[in-house]
């Protein structure tokens, strides 16, 4: 089993920067991919980015490219995703996730692969 915390949601302003942390633990040494996925109100939920979890190799939606960061900090051990220049467009409930399984790339876009997931968290952006 894989747990994830979340934290670091909040209010940001449109154009400002916000950084959501995932705390995982438990059976870390089976975890292949983490990723980062966004539901707004009324929408379905999308991917944001993903990471390997060892090796760091990263894809992100072309909506957060060269803006969203995602990374690993081996320090706290979490997988955290640095918001920058927030648009309004950002706000959404953020989930975190992690995957177990060995996947081709074009999986890692699709929730339905990844198999433990955080209990999400409310971002919201203001202008």
């Known amino acids: 089993q894989v747990q994830l915390v979340q934290s670091g949601g909040g209010s940001v302003q449109a154009g400002g920067s916000l950084t959501l942390s995932c705390l995982v633990s438990?059976?870390?040494?089976?975890?292949?991919?983490m990723g980062w996925f966004r539901q707004a109100s009324g929408k379905d939920r999308e991917f944001v980015a993903t990471?390997?979890?060892?090796?760091?190799?990263?894809y992100y939606a072309e909506s957060v490219e060269e803006r969203f960061i995602i990374y690993r900090d081996f320090a706290k051990n979490s997988v955290d995703l640095q918001m920058n220049s927030v648009q309004p467009e950002a706000a959404a409930d953020y989930f975190c996730?992690?995957?177990?399984?060995?996947?081709?790339?074009?999986?890692?876009?699709?929730?339905?692969?990844?198999?433990?997931w955080g209990e999400g968290t409310q971002v919201t952006v203001s202008s």
């Open positions: 438990g059976r870390t040494d089976n975890i292949q991919d």
């Open positions: 990471s390997k979890w060892i090796g760091g190799k990263r």
């Open positions: 996730a992690a995957q177990t399984a060995l996947r081709t790339t074009a999986h890692l876009w699709m929730a339905v692969y990844y198999n433990y």
